[in-house]
């Protein structure tokens, strides 16, 4: 569907069609990919016939036309320095040098004038090829800031972005998006964690070539987010062979003591208000990471390699539980230790210098071991003995990562025409081994009184919860095509991808896969039980006969799930007039979820996403750009929605007689005496997929319009103002609401003593939706309901996020550079979007949240959202002090998140729709005499006030070795990140209520000596 015409999109037709009324030098549209830059330019008419753009690392070389307006441009270039030189027929010309970065379009300006590029630092003049939102940052800036070595820690430089729940395991907040809702690529492969859509592969940093943030205004090359894209470039060996090595510490004695985290003040529990809660104080946390590289020409200025390794070891220690909990005994302390190995491996092959060929190979591989001993609050003892311990991998520390094999072509087949083809998959297998777990021995449970005298029901498996399941796999296989051809002014573009994605044996199920329950009863009568009858025990051998019985439990939502996505996309940059650049692209994506039998139980065919933006060069000599855009953006369902939307979970007793019991508490001489009984048919077998989903539904989708510019003021200055306005028009959730379905059968006069009734099913909310439901229990005969908004009950989905951005930076010149972001922002609504953050453990349900279910749950939802910050200045930078020093620092000042009250909705107590705190109600002495209380209208978190800051030192009697200090949270404020929102349920208070959560990390030193050597 096109997007309707909006006021703000007249206002934008107009600024863009005053271009036409002024001439000067036409600036060439760009083609660019996802994993390389563009160089253009512009010389006087007849001055040159080309230009040769020559690789300074590799010597790869391009060739481009200059044409008879003297414009020229060339594309998908690696990311990387060039040199450009002027040829006019046989003769060269002038020279300069300039650094191609990924997904932007680079000026080459030869003659009078600042060069547009200095190759050590950032261009002072404004790109003119595109009106996407966010930044980008070089290998050599991420060095130069005192931020982590995480790609995460990147995404917190770019403007428009939040981190996430603290109770998350990934993923950040994009332009008001849910932590969900974002796209990560590698090198134009797809890295976004196939389960959850919560964060992406990580590599080792110093792979990174380059990073860019898109936060909005992006083209039709990109689509499944509603949030933002991260898109990492990385490095490739050169023909200079160069070695490096690095080595850091984050000591536990650098680091200041973790707030204790405390009760508040309910004025209700004496006992607890006010009073500690959890100790922190001796928490330890200790990180050291090894790095090493080596890369060069395997044959000079064809093929080249870069390999990097990195192993970081984390060490934490310290107090797991409450001071109340009843557990401090076994696993009031814990220990854990995360070794997390990453390799890059990068060929590049020149086969020649308009064909090229990559490979690229990534392993991210993170283990952790936790190990569980007693803790004694009041001697602040630590127990000796290891009480129990896990071994993870990919587990619920680290849930993203694995291993990825990637293949890239490119091949200029003229100067007009190019083609980008890749080829990739990636693995996960998650690992979950509780140390003395044995999954074959099933657990036992036996009373006193249900205990044959003389037998063994001393059972061998000591666990009793549910376990992951240990060797579940996520698996992406992804291709992808573009093509870029140049057409006189315009230049057009298009593409197709398709992943296909598997996530295997995902959940969990009873350890040991069993329980035994050892019963007895009158053996001559036949008893009830849950799901079926139990007969008469009399004859069926001599404990039968006594009574004696077990019960075999078998529960698992161990299954697989499948998904895949498809899309296609043209765009035509045209360049109108002299001065304005308009691209016009349209995307379709397509999108489906299958259950376990690899049945699809959601599919999107056609979703329709125009995208539309504008450059205006206002003053034509790219000093001055005003942009804007305007697009549609659609987002997938992750595979873990399968698991409990559409898979069959199992939950069945089987019942027997038994003779006897082994070593490990097993029954022995068993006969089955029932069939496996389930009350909820939940027998293993995927729900219809026929009904568990709403027929003909809607994608996630958003709709957004920027409107800016950026202005080059001199050579040491640059600032810009750009407004954001996103809205989204749909989502996808679950409900689970069978009132609607029972009262229409009773309104249509339907049987339905044979239904199974009704679950949960996906829709779109506040929407009219139709579903098939088997009234008539038969799997065949499906009655179509259709319910509209008011049937159900529930507003229209909202979540809109506005924003203006400010910034002023100084591009790196006389040795320093700076940038300074604010943002002032709002994000409201009635949801967040796939997640839902405002549960104490952020609900890991990803787009299958409670949201949704009823509809009083959605009483006073709409307000600003977890994701808000009203204000956010965000600064950083580096000043070389002399050739051998170099101080950086990074500051972040940011609102608090505002705070919402949930507790009983008083309307629901004592039905079957009541989720106790899930309401926003509260205040009351007792559950049911809650009031209302809107969303985020308690007032917000204290502001973020986080300063980093770093200083190198390169020694001249050393070449290449580098020293340096980083400190993090100078000002050691650890600021609540999160809190208890949880009021009641019922009708109890909730002691917990307004306790922090989460903090801000305390101040910390990280040591590092780094040597590079070129020879």
Not at 242 to 255: C, F, H, N, Q, Y
Not at 273 to 287: A, P
Not at 534 to 556: E, N
Not at 677 to 699: F, H, I, Y
Request: hydrophobic share 35%.
């Amino acid at each position: 569907m096109m997007l309707r015409k909006t006021v703000l999109v007249n206002a934008l037709s107009l600024a863009f069609g005053t271009a036409a009324l002024t001439m000067a030098v036409v600036q060439p549209a760009m083609a660019q990919s996802n994993a390389s830059g563009t160089v253009y330019g512009r010389v006087a008419p007849g001055s040159a016939t080309a230009v040769v753009l020559k690789n300074l690392d590799t010597n790869q070389t391009r060739t481009t036309a200059v044409d008879a307006s003297g414009a020229f441009s060339a594309t998908s270039l690696p990311v990387g320095r060039y040199s450009a030189t002027l040829m006019n027929g046989a003769t060269t010309g002038a020279t300069t040098n300039l650094e191609v970065l990924v997904g932007q379009g680079v000026e080459a300006v030869f003659g009078g004038g600042v060069q547009t590029v200095q190759v050590s630092g950032r261009r002072s003049r404004i790109d003119m090829t595109s009106a996407n939102n966010g930044a980008t940052f070089t290998a050599r800036e991420l060095d130069k800031l005192p931020i982590a070595r995480s790609v995460e820690a990147i995404v917190q430089l770019a403007p428009n972005t939040t981190r996430g729940d603290p109770t998350y395991s990934a993923g950040a907040s994009i332009g008001g998006g849910g932590a969900s809702e974002n796209a990560y690529y590698i090198n134009g492969f797809p890295v976004t964690n196939p389960l959850s859509q919560l964060g992406g592969f990580e590599l080792p940093f110093g792979a990174i070539a380059q990073a860019q943030v898109l936060t909005g205004g992006y083209g039709a090359e990109f689509g499944r987010s509603v949030g933002g894209v991260v898109n990492i470039t990385t490095k490739s060996g050169t023909n200079t062979w160069e070695v490096g090595g690095l080595i850091s510490t984050t000591p536990k004695d650098w680091r200041a003591h973790y707030k204790d985290m405390y009760y508040s003040n309910t004025g209700v529990f004496p006992a607890t208000d006010g009073t500690l809660r959890i100790r922190r104080e001796n928490n330890t946390r200790e990180q050291t990471q090894y790095s090493a590289y080596v890369g060069g020409p395997l044959i000079k200025d064809t093929l080249f390699g870069f390999v990097a390794l990195e192993q970081t070891e984390d060490e934490v220690s310290g107090v797991y539980n409450g001071r109340t909990a009843l557990t401090n005994a076994s696993n009031g302390w814990r220990d854990y230790q995360t070794t997390t190995q990453r390799y890059y491996i990068k060929l590049d092959w020149n086969i020649t210098d308009n064909h090229r060929l990559e490979y690229t190979g990534i392993g991210d591989l993170p283990k952790t071991n936790t190990q569980y001993r007693s803790y004694d609050y009041v001697t602040r003892a630590v127990g000796s003995k290891v009480n129990s311990s896990t071994h993870e991998e990919y587990g619920p520390f680290n849930p993203n990562g694995g291993q990825a094999n990637i293949l890239r072509y490119v091949g200029n087949i003229t100067d007009d025409l190019t083609v980008n083809a890749l080829y990739g998959k990636s693995r996960a297998r998650h690992i979950y081994t509780p140390a003395g777990y044995d999954p074959t021995i099933a657990q036992v449970t036996a009373s006193p009184e249900n205990q044959v005298a003389g037998l063994n029901y001393t059972g061998g498996q000591p666990f009793s919860t549910n376990q992951p399941y240990n060797g579940a796999q996520d698996n992406v296989i992804s291709k992808r095509l573009d093509l870029e051809y140049k057409l006189g002014s315009h230049k057009l573009r298009a593409g197709l991808d398709n992943n296909s994605m598997s996530s295997l044996n995902a959940g969990d199920a009873l350890a040991g896969g069993a329980l035994w329950t050892y019963l007895k009863t009158d053996p001559s009568k036949p008893l009830a039980v849950a799901g079926g009858t139990v007969p008469a025990l009399a004859g069926r051998g001599a404990l039968a006969s006594q009574g004696y019985y077990v019960s075999k439990t078998l529960t698992s939502t161990v299954s697989n799930a499948y998904a895949g996505q498809d899309a296609q996309y043209i765009e035509d940059q045209w360049q109108i007039t002299p001065k304005l650049l308009v691209t016009g692209g349209i995307r379709r994506e397509g999108f489906y979820n299958a259950n376990q039998d690899g049945t699809k139980y959601i599919e999107m065919k056609n979703q329709i996403a125009p995208r539309l933006s504008a450059v205006w060069d206002a003053n034509g000599d790219n000093s001055m750009k005003v942009f804007g855009s305007a697009g549609r953006y659609t987002l997938q369902m992750p595979t873990v929605i399968a698991l409990r939307g559409a898979n069959g979970s199992l939950n069945t007793t089987q019942y027997f007689t038994y003779t006897g019991t082994d070593s490990h508490g097993a029954p022995t001489g068993i006969t089955a005496i029932t069939n496996p009984l389930s009350a909820n048919n939940e027998l293993g077998q995927a729900k219809d997929p026929k009904t568990v989903a709403a027929l003909d539904m809607k994608p996630s989708y958003q709709d957004e319009i920027t409107l800016g510019f950026e202005k080059a003021y001199s050579p040491s200055l640059n600032f810009g103002v750009k407004a954001t306005y996103r809205t989204l028009k749909s989502t996808i959730d679950d409900f689970c609401d069978a009132r609607v379905f029972e009262k229409y059968a009773a309104q249509h006069n339907i049987d339905t003593s044979n239904w199974g009734g009704f679950s949960c099913a996906s829709f779109n909310p506040g929407e009219a939706n139709d579903f098939l439901v088997d009234y008539a229990g038969t799997g065949k005969n499906y009655t179509r309901v259709h319910l509209s908004k008011e049937d159900l009950g529930f507003d229209k989905a909202k979540r809109t996020y506005a924003a203006l951005d400010f910034f002023a930076e100084h591009p790196f010149r006389d040795g320093w550079y700076g940038k300074v972001n604010y943002t002032l922002g709002r994000s409201k609504g009635n949801t967040e979007g796939q997640t839902l953050s405002d549960t104490t453990n952020a609900q890991p349900d990803v787009a299958a949240t409670q949201t949704w279910d009823y509809k009083e749950l959605m009483q006073y939802s709409d307000g600003l959202l977890p994701n808000d910050r009203r204000h956010q200045i965000k600064a950083f930078g580096f000043y070389e002090v002399t050739p051998q020093i170099t101080v950086g620092g990074f500051l972040t000042l940011a609102s608090g998140r505002p705070r919402s009250c949930s507790g009983t909705n008083p309307t629901t107590i004592g039905t079957d729709y009541n989720y106790n705190s899930a309401s926003h109600y509260c205040f009351g002495v007792t559950g049911d005499k809650n009031v209302p209380s809107p969303r985020g209208t308690v007032g917000r978190l204290p502001w973020e006030k986080t300063l980093d800051l770093n200083a190198a030192w390169r020694p001249t009697f050393l070449p290449g070795l580098s020293l340096k200090v980083d400190v993090y949270n100078v000002l050691n404020d650890q600021t609540a990140q999160k809190v208890v929102e949880r009021y009641n349920t019922n009708n109890a208070r909730y002691a917990l209520y307004e306790s922090v959560l989460a903090y801000t990390a305390p101040r910390a030193f990280k040591f590092t000596a780094e040597f590079n050597k070129k020879f």
